[in-house]
């Protein structure tokens, strides 16, 4: 994907902004677009050119006179925000502060007229859900989606633990996650969680009971949210890449299997009823060794008490970790193996021996802890 160097920033069309505007404006890390330019590079907000509906608004596929193609987003006006223009421009600013390589950067904006439009690169190869509930043509391999799951865990940990000021996500999931040609990921959506309205927020939480969906608990049932519930939702979008259904499927035909939570993390803990759940399209090709650290770290995501959950900087280790320990062993898991459960508190244990104690309060020792002789291969 090329990158955009926004140019020069400049006034909005003819538009005469306050002196505290343009003093904020010219703290905004992006380009400065005029209402006319976005109009013009969306076709007007054509039909044709939109490509996707959230919380926030609409994405509409965009081409500027450059020739350069770009996604923009129309914010939807009904934040309390959008009576603010001071405070706005202060969030965007916030928001083109945030800079990751795994992170769709703020290229533009235009706050005009009671509107306000958000611009960013364009991604053709689509999101993370197209590629794994979409299309068939379009699954991902074993080694694909862990290098999804590392890129969103250091979007995160940045987020998290290097940003200043702390930056919740709060809209995190498939849908919001951005893949270019070689897969790597890039979370959308990154600090505009302050523009979401209040009852909307509420609104939508309330029908996730529980573990539901991306929810956490606590966010769900009382409208706490943390850098801890950023965590679990991680953790569902680790299971989404496990067994490639969604979080949260209504066309399930049985009620226990609506929520893909509460319908899988208790397989987790044997590769026995790890390997009934998997996805699939993969056909068995992953290693027992990956599959079952996979889940330990999917377990301690999606704790119910947000104080159990690691932080993400202990889940980019994990997964790191799984990562370099590559080696050449190609040995595949499936439900032929004799894959069996030790009696205990719900140890995850290979043929070879291998344990991995679900209950580890450190991802760190519970890995060095195992038998590290049978490495895994991930071509990335």
Request: proline share 5%; aromatic share 8%.
């Amino acid at each position: 994907m090329e990158k955009y160097h926004p140019p020069i920033q400049k006034t909005s069309g003819n538009l005469v902004l306050s002196t505290k505007a343009k003093e904020l404006d010219h703290h905004i890390a992006a380009a400065s677009f005029s209402c006319v330019e976005i109009q013009a590079a969306t076709r007007n907000f054509g039909k044709h050119n939109l490509i996707g509906e959230g919380l926030l608004g609409s994405v509409y596929r965009s081409e500027f006179p450059s020739g350069q193609v770009f996604a923009i987003k129309k914010l939807d006006s009904t934040s309390s925000y959008f009576k603010d223009e001071e405070t706005l421009r202060r969030i965007i600013s916030s928001i083109s502060s945030l800079r990751h390589g795994n992170i769709v950067e703020l290229c533009g904006f235009c706050v005009e007229k009671n509107q306000c439009f958000l611009v960013y690169p364009y991604f053709s190869t689509g999101t993370l859900h197209d590629h794994l509930h979409s299309s068939p043509e379009k699954t991902l391999s074993w080694n694909q989606r862990m290098k999804v799951s590392l890129g969103a865990a250091r979007a995160l940990e940045y987020l998290h633990e290097v940003a200043s000021p702390v930056t919740v996500h709060r809209n995190f999931k498939s849908a919001n996650i951005l893949l270019d040609q070689e897969f790597n990921p890039f979370v959308s959506d990154t600090g505009l969680a302050a523009l979401i309205p209040l009852s909307l927020e509420r609104q939508i939480s309330s029908q996730m009971l529980g573990s539901f969906g991306y929810s956490a608990p606590e966010y769900a049932l009382a409208g706490i949210y943390t850098v801890k519930s950023d965590v679990y939702s991680f953790g569902v979008l680790m299971l989404e890449l496990l067994t490639g259904r969604e979080p949260l499927d209504s066309s399930r035909p049985r009620s226990k299997e609506l929520s893909l939570v509460a319908w899988a993390v208790p397989k987790l803990n044997d590769l026995d009823t790890l390997a009934s759940i998997v996805d699939p399209k993969l056909e068995g090709m992953y290693a027992a060794k990956a599959l079952s650290r996979y889940a330990e770290i999917i377990t301690q995501c999606v704790q119910a008490e947000a104080v159990d959950r690691p932080a993400m900087s202990e889940v980019v280790q994990s997964l790191a970790g799984l990562m370099q320990r590559a080696g050449t062993n190609k040995k595949t898991v499936s439900r032929e193996m004799p894959l069996q459960q030790s009696p205990g508190r719900a140890p995850l244990r290979n043929s070879g021996n291998e344990v991995a104690s679900t209950s580890s309060p450190s991802f760190e020792k519970s890995f060095e802890a195992q038998n590290l002789s049978d490495s895994i291969k991930f071509s990335m």
